[in-house]
């Protein structure tokens, strides 16, 4: 299967993640296992398309970014704020790397029926690609609102910015598996 490709049911129906909401179809608890071929096809197009939506969006923050450098007020940024700037770079150019590099992974090792790994490494530089992304998003938005706003409001907000991401990113999903597992539990006991 192809980056581009989506994986399509017996019925021509996409059966990506969000085709398994669908309201046609079966309950959770009444739908048939899925064998460990359908779960890595699964994944990998949830893979797919969660690639898609961070690509686009750190490759425009990026190409922003390398532009900063050649406008006439760069030259005017004290040391600290040329420092903030190269780790922001630096962390998009490290974002950029990690959220392309499962397309190239893909693309190595299509065909060796190593589906499996492939899916299991893309998730991980999914996330490590996403923490890169956060904190470009964080040094970017402290650059500029180090112009924009008096003394340590600043940092005051950015800090409330990245929090936020943290709850949004990570916290959420983890209290969301956590209360799935739960009650996975509770369903598994009676």
């Known amino acids: 299967m192809t980056m581009t490709e989506q994986s399509v049911g017996p019925e021509g129906r996409n059966t990506d993640c969000c085709a398994r909401h669908d309201s046609r179809q079966a309950k959770p608890d009444r739908e048939t296992p899925e064998t460990p071929h359908e779960r890595v096809n699964r994944r990998w197009n949830e893979i797919l398309q969660e690639t898609r939506v961070t690509q686009t969006g750190v490759q425009i923050l990026f190409g922003f970014l390398l532009s900063v450098a050649f406008t006439p007020l760069f030259r005017e940024l004290e040391a600290l704020d040329r420092g903030l700037y190269v780790a922001t770079v630096v962390f998009g150019a490290s974002a ?22 492939v899916v299991e490494i893309a998730g991980r530089l999914m996330m ?26 600043a940092e005051v907000l950015v800090t409330g910015v990245m929090l936020w991401f943290g709850l949004c990113w990570y916290g959420l999903p983890l209290y969301l598996r956590r209360r799935a597992d739960r009650r996975s539990r509770a369903r598994d006991a009676s």
């Open 96 to 117: 950029t790397g990690s959220l392309i590099a499962p397309v190239s992974i893909h693309r190595f090792l299509s065909g060796q029926r190593m589906k499996d790994d």
């Open 128 to 153: 490590c690609g996403m923490v890169l992304l956060a904190l470009t998003i964080g040094c970017t938005l402290l650059l500029i609102l180090r112009f924009v706003v008096p003394g340590v409001l």
